[in-house]
């Protein structure tokens, strides 16, 4: 793969991909929004990878006798559980802190799967066209009239909840978004010099995708991907509030959710904290998407 | 450029229908009764949901409805039955009843209300309760018999009582028809069904049983309890089911509201799954586990003390129950004692998962999470699996739910009957339980007509049930019920909820 | 354009087969609901003989074609629990949804665009901030967080209106501000990023030059050569509402058709599910067609070809 075949010139966009990349970032580090989206982000990662080290051990850990404890600025809180505790005398503090790796994971196995599929797919589409096109555009269709939040619902309920099938159910619904910006991004590529001038050298089609498309429609497909990162973590914890979540015994935002609306009115805090860890990640995770799309792709805006 | 703006506003607008008009209240005392959801059909010969009956049963009649003691029936449509052999239970049927359209009521209704539910077309789901009723016969207009293949402890067609419907408008108007624009015998009749919204309805001029006090009443589902709460508060609502307990003494204290609540006939239980091999199949690890519950802890502490510590699967609000049957008390050290006799010292070893539905009961979960904590206790390794109610019924079905699942049972013959039959006898679908001399008394008991008899069979098989465990017996529940303060009226121990027992003041 | 017309509506017929045939597959691939339909104490012969009388014994091909045929007439069998039709179930819900998603429309467009224009007027102020924070707010919480946390305040603490149901215009509020809630935050970020654009423009600075007061010139010169994106973006954003009340249904209790659908999903009602899903789809189809037409109408610029 790294050889060049002889006569064709590289990709320009390899090189300008990385030295622009460069300066991306660098404009990146200047936006305050997007930094403080990545502070965010950052938090959100470390408390997914390290719970166990920065919370309880075991956030399933009850005390019955101390239930539905307020947070501990509230008369009757106390310090040991900071953000009170749940219906089951659990630290809302410790489940939050462990949600945090529910969340991660279905927000990078969705991007994972729903970008490989959706990438693959529109630069098949927008490279070569003809029937793959219209296959893959056909297909695309039926995904786009699908209700979304419906089909994840109805996929989770009849294969039966779980982590894993509800990183499927998401992300099979995600892929659609990346083939139509891949594709028209493909469309347009396949006609300039460098992709011809491979192609007439000869290099296969595997080639020209892997080698000369994809680092050009990176920027794009990594732009969106951020985007889906966001959108998965509020619909798994969407599901995981009607029930049809990851098993109660894990420790999810959604979750905490579902269980807390039962005491909105008695402890409203088993709601409120879990529904806050959900919407400052996403903001994270949105502000850093916006950061990313005007110092990667400024056309976009 | 504003034109089309202006299009697309008013073509909303067009779209939304106008705002509903609240029509103006006719005269006559009115109560409005919230359970968490709305009735599946109006036609009571379809589901077998308690919510959906509750509704119903405002509109159509039974032959006979239960009364406060195990056994006891009162009449309704019908005024008196005896047994006129082993197998044939005869009714008188009462005169000059009609339907609210006009159509007077005869045997052929009661039969055809049976041959309906029989009839695979129709897809109900009620022929669990005229499984045993073999052939129907009605020698003159108000005389039917229900006639069973052998004899049975129960009379056919009293296991579950059954609705009565018109069998002429039925066969008139079709089962899509029937299904929102129910006609019956009953105390009320609808005015208007709005789906998943509110079901209204008025008391029927016609109803052999005279004018209820309340006139008119309405049927407004909230599913969330918080809001049911916040319903019956604003007095929005007058009567909110499934209250939970952490509400019960702001709404006990109140200003317009008081709590009311009666014993119930659901109990919840912990059954082993002694069909698939583990430890769960030892008999001793069966006994040492309940030993190691603390039942009246988890009453306190889960449910806020609303509920009640049972001895045997035969709760002693069922026909059935004996005293004398020895239950489990909570022994620490008993259990230790016994796991240790079975291979377990200390526990280890053991490692036991709890299957629970989630809010299919009050409290289900948590019962099930504070059980695997006191499992912790006498050094078992236990964890709780939760799942949503469908998925969770799909695998009991299926038997698939092993080593420990949690599940409520609320019989409304209040006869051991149902439990035994259903739940231990090898035979039965929902059993995970096989014991040999269990399934021979149960035959023997529900065909043993002599009252003193059958009483002493089901005394031998819980003490059977006693020494060879099939589940952690746990607790009955209180059922809790909150009404505004002008509202009189008494709950039932069978959940359900009558608006011609009501008044107000 | 009739050609244009014509091949987009041939493929929005072959979406909604599509949909068809994978609802029909996720539901049906994994086994039958009999079971869990009937009561309790039920016996197998008991459970088994509703499995026939559904059709659920047959090969699964078999209930594929038999699907197939009656649901080109319109026909998608009865609710295994309501024992009626199901299309006529979902049919019945539509216009509790539409009131609802037709007022969370008039929050988007009556609030997000004006929002959205002020932000670009005054860039950099507070107006600006503030309109930015609550948008960025909207596109992040959940929507039925937000729902639950406006009951909580308004419903059971204030007590100022009902915490669910239908019924008059105070049980429309909450649900259709929770609704719109994601939809204005998106819109107002799309005026205010349209109207930033086009002030930017050539054509501005020379009518500023000419004189023109700012706001004339915003208003007149910078709506409308914004519009067209906005108006397009209302049209999709209309789909959605209709198409995504979803959750919102089911945290207020709203009797729509997509609380329709999450119960029936919950009871395994099959055709209930399929009722809706083709329902929802054929709406949202429907209305991404109209927009594409309305596209065509408004921008003469563009040639179908």
């Known amino acids: 793969m790294a050889t060049a075949v002889a006569g064709v010139p590289a990709a320009p966009g390899d090189i300008e991909g990385v030295t622009s990349r ?31 080290l920065i919370a309880h051990a075991d956030p399933n850990a009850q005390d019955l006798t101390s239930t539905l404890v307020p947070p501990m600025w509230i008369a009757g809180g106390v310090h040991a559980h900071p953000l009170g505790t749940d219906n089951l005398g659990r630290d809302v503090l410790t489940r939050i802190i462990w949600g945090a790796r529910v969340s991660a994971i279905v927000g990078i196995s969705v991007v994972i799967i729903g970008g490989t599929i959706g990438v693959t797919a529109g630069l098949l589409a927008g490279y070569r066209r003809g029937w793959v096109d219209a296959v893959i555009a056909r297909i695309t269709d039926v995904q786009l009239a699908f209700p979304l939040v419906l089909l994840a619902v109805a ?117 409120l904290f879990p529904g806050l860890a959900i919407m400052i990640a996403v903001m994270g995770v949105n502000l850093l998407g916006d950061g990313l799309r005007d110092a990667l792709d400024p056309a976009s805006r | 450029m504003k034109r089309v703006l202006m299009l697309l506003f008013g073509a909303t607008l067009a779209l939304a229908p106008a705002m509903p008009l609240r029509a103006a209240d006719p005269p006559g005392a009115t109560v409005t009764i919230s359970q968490g959801v709305d009735a599946d059909t109006l036609n009571p010969l379809l589901t077998t949901i308690t919510p959906t009956f509750n509704v119903t049963d ?234 190691a519950v603390d039942v009246p802890s988890i009453v306190k502490n889960v449910l806020g003390g609303r509920g009640y510590e049972l001895t045997s699967p035969i709760p002693p609000n069922y026909f059935g129950y004996d005293a004398s049957v020895p239950g489990y008390k909570h022994d620490v050290a008993k259990a230790k004692e016994l796991l240790a006799k079975a291979g377990y010292p200390d526990g280890k070893g053991l490692s036991l998962v709890v299957n629970a539905p989630i809010g299919r009961y009050n409290r289900d979960r948590e019962v099930a999470e504070a059980i695997a904590g006191q499992f912790k206790t006498v050094g078992i390794d236990a964890t709780v699996r939760a799942q949503e109610w469908v998925s969770y019924s799909d695998q009991n079905n299926r038997r698939a739910l092993t080593p420990l699942y949690e599940l409520g049972w609320n019989q409304p013959s209040a006869d051991a009957d149902g439990i035994v039959t259903s739940l231990f006898m090898s035979t039965a679908p929902l059993s995970c339980y096989k014991n040999d001399e269990v399934d021979k008394l149960a035959d023997q008991a529900r065909g043993e007509l002599d009252v003193a008899k059958r009483k002493a069979l089901y005394k031998k098989i819980a003490l059977v049930l006693h020494d060879d465990p099939p589940w952690i017996v746990l607790f009955e529940y209180e059922d809790l019920y909150a009404t505004s303060k002008r509202l009189h009226w008494q709950p039932r121990g069978d959940e359900s909820i009558r608006a011609n027992e009501m008044s107000v003041s | 354009m009739t050609a244009y017309l014509g091949r987009r509506a041939i493929g929005a017929l072959w979406a909604l ?55 080109a007439h319109g026909d998608l069998g009865l609710s295994l629990r309501h024992q009626e039709p199901a299309m006529g179930l979902a049919l019945q819900r539509l216009p509790a949804t539409i009131e609802l998603a037709g007022c969370a429309f008039l929050i988007v467009a009556l609030i997000g665009v004006p929002a959205g224009v002020l932000s670009a007027l005054r860039p950099r102020t507070w107006i600006d901030y503030t309109a930015r924070v609550i948008a960025l707010i909207g596109q992040s919480a959940p929507t039925y967080w937000i729902g639950l946390m406006l009951i909580l305040l308004f419903a059971v603490r204030l007590g100022w209106v009902p915490a669910s149901g239908i019924g008059d215009w105070r049980n429309l509020i909450l649900p259709a501000a929770t609704l719109g809630f994601f939809s204005t935050a998106k819109i107002m970020r799309l005026t205010r990023a349209a109207m930033l654009e086009v002030l930017a423009a050539d054509f501005m600075r020379t009518a500023r030059a000419k004189g023109l007061t700012a706001v004339r010139v915003s208003l007149g010169h910078g709506l409308r050569n914004a519009w067209l994106p906005i108006v397009t973006q209302l049209g999709v954003e209309l789909g959605t509402l209709l198409s995504g009340a979803i959750i919102t249904e089911t945290v207020f209790a709203w009797p729509g058709v997509g609380r329709l659908a999450v119960q029936a999903v919950f009871e395994r009602d099959f055709p209930v599910v399929e009722s809706v899903v083709l329902l929802t789809a054929t709406i949202f189809v429907v209305l991404n067609l109209a927009v594409d037409l309305l596209y065509a109408v408004l921008d003469p610029r563009i040639r179908y070809a």
């Open chain 1, 155 to 271: 996929i989770v309920a009849v294969v039966g909840p779980g982590l894993w099938t509800v990183i499927a159910a998401i992300g099979l619904t995600s892929w659609v978004q990346y083939v139509r910006v891949v594709r028209a991004e493909t469309l347009s590529l396949r006609e300039r010099e460098f992709v011809l001038a491979a192609n007439a050298a000869g290099a296969t089609s595997a080639r020209v995708i892997g080698r000369h498309l994809l680092p050009n429609v990176a920027s794009a497909a990594i732009v969106l991907g951020t985007f889906e990162i966001a959108r998965a973590i509020v619909l798994e914890s969407s599901l995981s509030f009607l029930g049809l979540g990851v098993p109660p015994t894990t420790p999810s935002w959604g979750g905490m959710l579902a269980d807390g609306r039962q005491y909105l009115d008695t402890a409203w805090w088993t709601a």
């Open chain 2, 58 to 291: 405002q509109i159509y009649d039974r032959l006979a409805d239960r009364g406060s003691k195990p056994g006891e029936l009162i009449p309704l449509l019908a005024l008196s039955w005896k047994r006129l052999n082993p197998t044939t239970e005869e009714y008188k049927l009462r005169h000059n009843v009609v339907f609210s359209n006009g159509d007077p009521f005869t045997s052929a209704d009661v039969r055809f209300s049976v041959d309906w539910i029989r009839n695979p077309a129709n897809n109900s789901k009620q022929t669990p309760y005229i499984r045993d009723i073999d052939r129907v016969e009605t020698p003159d207009a108000y005389t039917v018999r229900f006639i069973s293949k052998t004899p049975l402890a129960i009379p056919p067609g009293q296991q579950n009582l059954f609705r009565i419907v018109d069998a002429k408008y039925f066969k008139e108007k079709g089962n899509a028809y029937v299904g929102e624009h129910p006609i019956g015998t009953g105390p009320y009749v609808l005015r208007e069904w709005r789906r998943d919204d509110q079901t209204i309805m008025d008391a029927n001029p016609k109803w052999w049983g005279g004018k209820p006090k309340v006139e008119h009443v309405i049927f407004k589902a909230i599913p969330e309890a918080a809001a049911r709460v916040a319903a019956l508060r604003t007095g929005a609502t007058d009567l909110i089911t499934n209250v939970p307990s952490q509400y019960q003494t702001q709404l006990a204290g109140g200003q317009s509201t008081k709590l009311v609540s009666t014993r119930s006939l659901r109990q919840l239980f912990i059954a082993f799954n002694t069909l698939t091999p583990g430890p769960q199949q030892n008999k001793l690890v069966r006994q040492a586990l309940n030993y």
């Open chain 1, 22 to 52: 460069t300066a991306s970032l660098r404009k990146l580090a200047r936006d305050p929004a997007a930094v403080i989206g990545a502070v965010i982000v950052a938090i959100v990662v470390v408390c997914a990878v390290f719970a166990p």
């Open chain 3, 17 to 71: 087969i599509g949909v068809a045939i994978v609802v029909f597959l996720i539901l049906h691939i994994t086994g039958d609901p009999a079971a869990v339909m009937m009561p309790p104490e039920s016996t197998r012969a008991e459970i088994d003989a509703f499995r026939h009388a559904q059709g659920f014994d047959r090969p699964l091909i078999v209930q594929f074609a038999s699907f197939a045929a009656s649901a």
